[in-house]
């Protein structure tokens, strides 16, 4: 696609449901991150693949967060027994190498999706 | 680890010329970043070093300092447009955390 597509812009839901956010990252991007970004401040690393497989988990808060790239492209960062401290804007980014890579390694970013926990 | 420092908030005067510095202590090094991000907007790309000097593009300058951990961007000329978050973002190698960002700055441009 033209551009990194996160779907969907908006999601309330009730606390203790499960969510799943979906990142369609820019065709042909090895790379791809999950961020988390709380307002007035920078995104939060999550977690990170090349191709489907996840290389970084370690920004992932706790085991209720998981994220797949099953075919080495779109992503799904999953919530499960959402609370109240998930609300945040959850933005997904890619680029065409990782940081293995030399070079400009410009990261694009989605819209983000806004969540709300009720 | 990875730790990257910028400061909260800074004030200009349109026209005026306004550094915004940042500093970063991580486990290792593969470039530095800069994104501008508007209210309610996603980050966008601004400048990349990972060599050791300034970069120029327009009314915007990035520089880095490898040796000090030290990088900034230089905004000349400001606009009220330019009113924004500023990010600083770190690229790390393979088998580190790659693309750690800053808390980021907030820049307002005043008449």
């Known amino acids: 696609g033209a551009g990194v597509s996160q779907s969907p812009r908006y999601k309330v839901t009730k606390r203790g449901q499960d969510v799943a956010l979906r990142c369609d990252p820019i065709s042909g991007h090895v790379s791809l991150y999950w961020y988390r970004q709380a307002l007035g401040q920078g995104p939060e690393f999550l977690t990170y693949?090349?191709?489907?497989?996840?290389?970084?988990k370690s920004g992932l808060p706790n085991d209720r967060f998981s994220a797949e790239r099953p075919e080495g492209s779109i992503s799904t960062l999953t919530i499960q027994r959402t609370e109240q401290r998930d609300s945040a804007m959850y933005r997904c980014a890619s680029s065409l190498v990782g940081s293995q890579g030399a070079g400009n390694t410009e990261a694009f970013f989605g819209q983000g999706t806004r969540l709300t926990v009720v | 680890g990875q730790n990257i420092d910028q400061p909260t908030e800074m004030t200009a005067t349109e026209g005026a010329i306004v550094q915004i510095n940042c500093t970063y202590q991580?486990?290792?090094?593969?470039?530095l970043f800069w994104y501008q991000q508007h209210a309610g907007e996603a980050p966008t790309f601004l400048s990349y070093?990972?060599?050791?000097g300034l970069e120029e593009k327009g009314r915007f300058s990035s520089f880095l300092s490898r040796s000090k951990g030290y990088s900034y961007l230089l905004l000349k000329e400001l606009q009220m447009k330019d009113s924004a978050s500023y990010l600083c973002a770190v690229l790390a190698p393979s088998g580190n955390t790659p693309l750690v960002f800053g808390k980021g700055t907030r820049l307002s441009v005043i008449a």
């Open positions: 991580t486990s290792g090094f593969n470039g």
């Open positions: 070093n990972v060599l050791d």
């Open positions: 693949f090349n191709y489907e497989a996840q290389q970084d």
